[in-house]
C-alpha cells in the first residue's frame, strides 16, 4: 500500500484552484513557481518535464537530493521504503519528489532549491528491445528502439519501465543521440528482479523509457578531460568518448576502466582503436580473478590516478560513474587534489 500524507501543521489552501483526479498543481515556495502533475506521476518528472531546475541525482529513491517539505496538500507515496527517505522524514512531512505524487494541489518547499537546470525535458515513450548482445559473463549490451529520436546528452540516463517489476530502473546511454530512436545501454545483471526481467526479457518486447535524465553529461570544454569507469559505469564513459572521438583537436582523454576481473573489460576493440588514434591513454584496473595472464594494475582506480594520470588532477574536467564505493574513493583524492566540485561530474549506479 502507498500511504497518503496531509501536512498536519498546515491547513489546506483556499487559494489555490480546485484539484481533479487527473492533474493536480504544485507551487513551489518561495520561488513562486507552479507546475502540473498527471495522474500518479512523480513529482520530480512533471517539474522536469515544466523545464524546472528541480534538486536531483539519481530519480530512483536512493540519493535523498530531491527531498521537499510538504506545506500544504495532500501526496501520496509511489515506494514508502525508498532508501533514502525515513519514519522520521514522513513524520516531518518531508518527502522524495523521485517517489511522490499529489493527490491534491499542493504547495511545496524543495530543500535544494535550486537545483542545476537540466538540458532538454524528459519524455516517456514506448520502447521495444531490438537487441541484447552479451559483452561479458555479467555485462550486455541492449537496444531498444523508439519512435522519436533518442534524444539526450552523453553521459545522461533514462529509466526503464516494464511489466512485471515494481517501479523503474535506471540505465545510462551508452551511445550518441540519434534520430533513428536508438537507445542503448550497457547493463550488469545484478541479484535483483529487474536486471533479471531484462536478461529474460524475448526482443521484441515493448517497455516504457522516460528520459533523459542526470547532470553528469558532457561539457563543452577546451580543458583535458579525465574519464572514469567502474563495472557498467563503462556505458556512460562510452557514450562520452564516443562524442570526443568525434571532435576535432580535443587533445588525449585520459580514461580509466575499473573491472572485478580481466574478463569483465569490455569493447576493448573500440578503447583500442582511440588509443592507436592518440585519442586517448586507456588505463584498466582489475580488482580480483584469475591475474596468470594480467600485466596491468591490480586494484582500484582511485589508488592509480595520481601515477597514471599525465597531468595534476586539478587540470581536468572529470567525468565518472560506477558503484557507490568507487565514486566516494574517487572524489575523495579528487578533493585531497583540490580538483573543484564544479569539475567533477559523477553518477552513483546504485
Ligand atoms: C543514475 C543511474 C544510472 C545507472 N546506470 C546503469 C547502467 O548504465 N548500467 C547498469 O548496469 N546499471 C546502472 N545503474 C544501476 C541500476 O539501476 C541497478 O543495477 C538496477 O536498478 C538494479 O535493478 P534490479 O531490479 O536488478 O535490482 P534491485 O536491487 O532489486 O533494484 C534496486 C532498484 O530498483 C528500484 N526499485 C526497486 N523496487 C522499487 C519500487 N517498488 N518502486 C520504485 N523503484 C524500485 C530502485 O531504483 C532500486 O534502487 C544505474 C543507476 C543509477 C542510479
Ligand atoms: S533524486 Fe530522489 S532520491 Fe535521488
Redesign the pocket.
Known amino acids: 500500500m502507498s500511504p497518503r500524507h496531509s501536512p498536519s501543521a498546515v491547513k489546506a489552501s483556499t487559494s489555490m484552484s480546485s484539484s481533479s483526479p487527473t492533474v493536480a498543481r504544485v507551487l513551489i515556495d518561495p520561488a513562486g513557481l507552479e507546475f502540473s502533475v498527471t495522474e500518479k506521476e512523480p513529482l520530480l518528472r512533471s517539474g522536469l518535464r515544466a523545464g524546472l531546475p528541480m534538486p536531483h541525482d ?1 530519480c ?3 540519493c535523498g537530493t530531491c527531498k521537499f517539505q510538504l506545506l500544504e496538500g495532500e501526496v501520496l507515496q ?2 514508502p521504503e525508498a532508501p533514502a527517505q525515513n519514519a522520521r522524514d514522513v513524520a516531518r512531512g518531508r518527502f522524495l519528489a523521485c ?1 511522490t505524487t499529489v493527490t491534491t494541489d499542493a504547495r511545496i518547499k524543495a530543500l535544494g532549491w535550486p537545483g542545476e537546470l537540466v538540458p532538454n525535458r524528459p519524455a516517456r515513450m514506448e520502447a521495444v528491445l531490438a537487441e541484447r548482445r552479451r559483452l561479458t559473463k555479467s555485462l550486455s549490451h541492449f537496444r531498444f528502439r523508439t519512435e522519436l529520436p533518442a534524444v539526450f546528452l552523453p553521459g545522461q ?1 533514462a529509466l526503464i519501465a516494464f511489466s512485471g ?8 546511454m551508452s551511445n550518441l543521440p540519434n534520430a533513428e530512436g536508438n537507445w542503448e ?4 545483471r ?1 541479484n ?5 526481467a531484462l536478461f529474460d526479457m524475448p526482443v521484441g518486447r515493448k517497455v516504457h523509457i522516460d528520459g533523459p535524465f ?1 547532470k553528469a553529461f558532457l561539457r563543452e570544454t577546451d580543458r583535458p578531460v579525465l574519464c572514469i569507469a567502474g563495472g ?1 559505469g563503462l ?2 564513459i562510452m557514450s562520452i568518448m564516443r562524442r570526443l572521438a568525434q571532435s576535432e583537436g580535443g587533445g588525449i582523454i585520459d580514461l580509466f576502466i575499473g573491472a572485478r576481473s580481466a574478463d569483465e573489460l569490455c569493447l576493448l576493440d573500440e578503447i583500442e582503436s582511440w588509443r592507436r588514434a592518440s585519442l586517448t591513454k586507456a588505463n584498466y584496473v582489475i580488482s580480483a580473478g584469475d591475474r596468470s595472464d594480467w600485466g596491468g594494475d591490480v586494484g582500484f582506480v582511485h589508488q592509480f590516478l595520481v601515477s597514471r594520470c599525465r597531468r595534476p588532477l586539478s587540470d581536468y574536467e572529470v567525468y565518472l560513474a560506477g558503484p557507490p564505493p568507487m565514486i566516494d574513493a574517487v572524489t575523495a583524492v579528487l578533493r585531497d587534489h583540490d580538483v573543484p566540485a564544479q569539475d567533477v561530474h559523477f ?4
Open positions: 539519481c530512483t529513491g536512493n509511489l515506494w517517489q540516463f517489476v515494481e517501479g523503474e530502473r535506471a540505465f545510462s545501454f550497457i547493463i550488469r545484478s535483483g528482479p529487474g536486471t533479471a542526470g557498467s556505458a556512460p553518477d552513483r549506479f546504485y
